[in-house]
């Protein structure tokens, strides 16, 4: 008994010094901010003024105001269509179809997919502000790709950043996060053994039953992190859109993540922008609980 | 309150008085002393005199020594040489000082956030260069070190106008050193007037003459030609106040704080204001001002071009044009004052313009304070402000031979004697994040001129707390 007690100890001494690096990260850049943003979120710190040499302690002030604050109901609707737009409709929908048709290609042996693949890729390794720059140029009014090529064809140029703000976004960040859940995706898709398919076709199922029957449920425990990520990922979004409209015109882009950021360092209220940011961490553990428990429950 | 107050009623004199002397000095140079450092005599770029010029001696901070480390913006390219000028001054009269030049190619707002951020942590240049706006805001928090000490002793000081001093004066001490003053103007393309049947010295009568204006080209549906651009939220940055929102309010007969130091939101004056915003941006003032990132770059290009009619910004706007080509922009600019709404006195909106402050927590304040001076001398403002145009802070650099040969120069001076100022509280940087909000709604068409006026109400109510506002 004592021996096994005493392998017990050894190896969870183990597995503590193998994930001691990443705890010791975690709590550096993570767990430690997150803990400042909270104890922040109870002041009325900032960054100029006599609030920024004798913070004092608020209490809940920051939070009343907060759930008084017009704009917030406003912002939160804005988060959940950018969510719902480019991460679980653009990114996953669009992820997994590019998953699917270049993995049917490759196991085809087409070679155009190699590029189709490439082209998918560089999107997601452009630095954010990169992507934001590119798609800048083309939505731009005056110089843009877009109304550039309208003028060749005669036609008015067309406010894209002003009339479609949040579609524009949504394209924006589907294109560039694309890729990321293709990658899961084709990565899973090519550990499912082809004999489950050809078996599926001897019983008959067509192409649409043999991926709603065996390639869905497959991929469920693995589609439900990948949500998970590119959720809290795109809830957390705020470099695209600030390049892109900033958050304009009037709210009509301002996500949580802009919000927070606009009020502490724009506005220069670091105890009111510390507020809104724990309110996102808050509402991004929730999205991680009903996640997990969804993904457990039908795996 | 009462501090409050005094300091406005004297700092609404600031200009005034200022643009009174600095009219004389652009004017009449020869009527004016020009004190020991004349245009000719300390040529700090030399090294040959000390900086600073006067009779102040060298040694007169004790010897510096050390690094001395200075951070700017800078995206124009024009104030570098000079910042050069003014470290080679220093580093040739201290021998034992090192002048480390930051030189920051982002946006004034940019470079305030992060310069914010560093004085924060502790950290930060000893001498840097921000708008003259913050100072309220930066002394509340104790990030800057006030100079009364110093200029007690420079002999210089006595070149700024009263009027000048109290621009830069904050709970009764002095806190930064302007080198131009900010102005504004109406600017109009004389060209795009005349084909749309206006004359080519246009005045509006009154504030609706801008919409008429505006609605002339607009109707004459020249090709690649914008009417007028108003700047609104938060893209346009402090321009959404000081270039639009403001000077429309002062305009209608509004004011942003009534005498007892409140901040005024819904008022008939804001309705009007309002109202105005919803005509501009029905088919006036392009809807990209918005979204776009810094659309002041791209309408101050338009105006220069030709591509946009009207545009009410910065004097030191113009000089951009004219170094681009004088001949055509003093053919084709025009600039006048703000109109009121029955044709009243027309008006600009002053302020202290970009200073130097020396920073709270610096370990080589004597040092910082050496570079200020070394900057500010009469030959350096005056060439500096002939390059970016400003009308100078000290009256002895009026009379540089590069700053009075412009005739833009004296009518941007000239022009000061009719200027309004904001008012030097802390909490106006939230009140112009309200501005945006409201301007916004009402130029995306979100809500109506009266909503809009209410919402500003308790955006104000909101950002300042229900004790510090009041509607009319």
Known sequence: MAVVRRGRLARNRLYLAGLSPAA???????????????????????????????????????????????????????????????????????????????????????????????????????????????????????????????????????NWLGQGPMLAVIIANTWRGAAFTMLIFLGALRTIPTDIYEAARVDGANAYRRFWDHTLPILRPIAALTLLSITMATFGTFILIQTLTNGGPAFQTEVIALYAFHEAFQNHAVGYGSTISVVMLALNLGFAIVFLRWSRARA | MDEVVRQIITRRRFLQLAAASAVVAACSPSAVSTGSSGPGGSTAAGGSAPAGGSGVPPSSGGGV?????????????????????????????????????????????????????????????????????????????????????????????????????????????????????DMRWLYYRKDDLQKAGLAADWQPANVQGILDAANAVKNAKESNVLPYALYAGPAGSSGTADHAFVPLLWAYGGELQDSSGKWIGDSPATKKVMAYYQKAYDGLSPKEILTSTKPWTAMREKLGNGQLALLFEGGWVYGGWASADKAATEKNVGYVLHPTETGGPSFTIGGPGTCWYISSRSANKQGAWEFIKAFNTADIVGKLNAEDPH??????????????????????????????????????????????????????????????????????????????????
């Open chain 1, 24 to 158: 010791f990260l975690l709590a550096l850049f993570f767990v430690g901010p997150a803990l400042w943003a909270l104890g922040s979120s109870f002041t009325n710190r900032a960054l100029v003024g006599i609030d920024a040499a004798n913070p004092r302690f608020v209490g809940l002030d920051n939070y009343v105001r907060l759930f008084g604050d017009p704009d917030f109901g406003r912002v939160i609707l804005n988060s959940v269509i950018f969510v719902i737009g480019s991460a679980i409709i653009g990114q996953f929908v669009l992820g997994l179809g590019l998953a699917l048709l270049l993995d049917y290609a490759q196991r085809r042996g087409f070679l155009a997919s190699n590029f189709v693949y490439a082209a998918v890729l560089l999107a997601w390794v452009n630095p954010t502000i990169i992507a934001g720059f590119l798609w800048v140029a083309m939505f731009d009014f005056y110089n843009g790709s877009l109304n550039t090529g309208l003028h060749v064809l005669g036609v008015q140029p067309i």
């Open chain 2, 65 to 181: 020594t050390g690094t001395i480390n200075v951070s700017y913006p800078d995206e124009a390219g024009l104030k570098p040489k000079y910042v050069e000028q003014a470290a080679a001054a220093v580093k040739a009269q201290f021998s034992g000082a090192d002048v480390k030049i930051d030189l920051q190619k982002v946006g004034d707002d940019d470079f305030y956030t992060k310069l914010l951020l560093a004085l924060d942590s502790g950290t930060g240049p000893d001498v840097f260069h921000v708008g003259g706006s913050s100072i309220g805001e930066l002394a509340d928090a104790s990030y800057i070190e006030p100079l009364d000490d110093y200029v007690s002793q420079w002999a210089d000081w006595s070149q700024y106008p009263d009027a000048v001093k109290s621009g830069v004066t904050y709970k009764g001490s002095v806190w930064a050193i302007p080198y131009g003053l």
């Open chain 2, 391 to 472: 009308p100078v802070a000290r009256k002895d650099a009026a009379d540089v031979a590069e700053f009075k040969a412009s005739k833009y120069n004296v009518d941007a001076t000239a022009a000061l004697e009719k200027a309004k100022f904001v008012p030097p509280d802390p909490g106006y940087s939230k009140v112009i994040e309200a501005i945006q909000k409201a301007t916004a709604r009402v130029a995306a068409g979100e809500l109506g001129p009266d909503d809009a006026a209410k919402r500003y109400t308790d955006d104000l109510t909101q950002a300042l707390g229900a004790d510090k506002v009041v509607s009319q």
